[in-house]
């Protein structure tokens, strides 16, 4: 498995039940950003960066042919902080880089 580099991203990977998890602690946050609820909240593939923490890049699937990317921090775990959703790209598809934004 290819891990994060210290600076940047790491490369695109698939998705894991980590990602899922930390997808999953923001989606209500990006919900109420939106004004919109989600049929589906499926996390596809991250990318991921070592920080004071580490930032989360997700792609999710919300519908069908319809997905979101989102920027996502997890402090360090002795801060006992919650998942921050930092920012959000939405009208995304299937085939869409993963980029930093």
Do not use: W
Request: aromatic share 8%.
């Amino acid at each position: 498995m290819l891990g994060p580099k210290l600076g940047g991203f790491s490369e695109t990977q698939p998705a894991t039940a980590k990602t899922q998890a930390i997808a999953d602690q923001v989606k209500s946050q990006l919900e109420e950003k939106v004004d919109k609820k989600f049929p589906m909240f499926k996390a596809v593939e991250f990318r991921s960066q070592v920080v004071a923490g580490v930032n989360y890049l997700i792609k999710v699937q919300v519908d069908e042919d319809d997905f979101v990317h989102i920027r996502v921090f997890e402090s360090l775990p002795h801060e006992s902080k919650p998942v921050a959703l930092i920012s959000y790209q939405t009208n995304k598809g299937r085939h869409d880089e993963l980029a930093d934004f």
